[in-house]
């Protein structure tokens, strides 16, 4: 019975084009994963510097990819070709597979959505990058739940092997083998969360890095020993607050608060010193100022 209601379906286009929302650090690096791996790329944000920085840092990453022959010359030049840019959302109009990975905020992204699908094929995949909303829920905002998926990149998306693929209580079989099959395109290993808050990575790291900031909050260490001890005690390569630092304290914080909500339960409760951070707009590497200071040449402990 399911198989014949799904044959009611129109197949799944062949992915060729995938949209990016979003140009931050995700964005840009989804997009530069998807056109080294073959895929023509249109990225959308709300702001042209953000595109051109995303740009420079993608034409920068592939530098260094020829610089280490992992990648010709030539190769990086035509991946570079099929990436596009602009701000409106019609730069869709021809992608299969949309992936949204702009800020971790549900209002937004919900605005977002109902863009992209006034904007795409009716057949078109959307999927959202999102570290920890409900993807079911999101799916909910589009005219397409079947046709929605999570689709959650680690960072940095060049480097990491990882894809989580999370499905939403309407995600249709097709749908997930299609993005199934982007991801291993994209040279990556996937692996099936449910659709629970914050899925399995950063249902795990997140509840780790914020009580490494109420490790901080009451003193216990400081930021170069929390940092020190658990590199060296308990083999991490980056320490807790450097991790912050590196995945945004906006985007820890508002996971946190997903948790928080989504589970009920105190124990996620976001630290008061990480919402203080994010207050002063101090959100780690991507402005310069976190729990490390990186206007310096070496980055420098802030307390
Ligand atoms: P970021 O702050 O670096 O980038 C967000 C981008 O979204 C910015 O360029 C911003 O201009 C853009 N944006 C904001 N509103 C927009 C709108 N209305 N339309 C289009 N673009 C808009 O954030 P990021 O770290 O790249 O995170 C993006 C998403 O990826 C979030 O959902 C986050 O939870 C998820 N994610 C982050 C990490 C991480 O380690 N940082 C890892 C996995 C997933």
Redesign the pocket.
Known sequence: MIAAAEHEHPPIPEIKCIGV???????AGIAQVAAQSGFDVQM????QE?LDAALAHIKRGFSRLVQRDALSEADAAHALERIQTGLDYAIFHDCELVVE????NEQ?KR??FESVVAAVKPDALIAT????ISVTRLAAATDRPERFIGM????PVPRMQLIEIIRGIATQEDTYQAIKQVAEKMGKVSVTAEDFPAFIVNRILLPMVNEAVYTLLEGVGNVESIDTAMKLGANHPMGPLELAD???L??CL??MQVLYEGLNDSKYRPCPLLAKYVEAGWLGR?TKRGFYDYRGEVPVPTR
Do not use: C, P, W
């Not at 959308?44 to 702001?47: A, G, P, R, T």
């Not at 959650?152 to 960072?155: A, D």
């Open positions: 929302v979003g140009a931050g650090q995700m964005g959308l944000d709300v702001n953000r990975a702009a800020s971790e937004l605005k977002i990058n999102t570290s920890s959650h990149f680690m960072n590196f995945i945004g906006d985007t508002a996971i991507k």
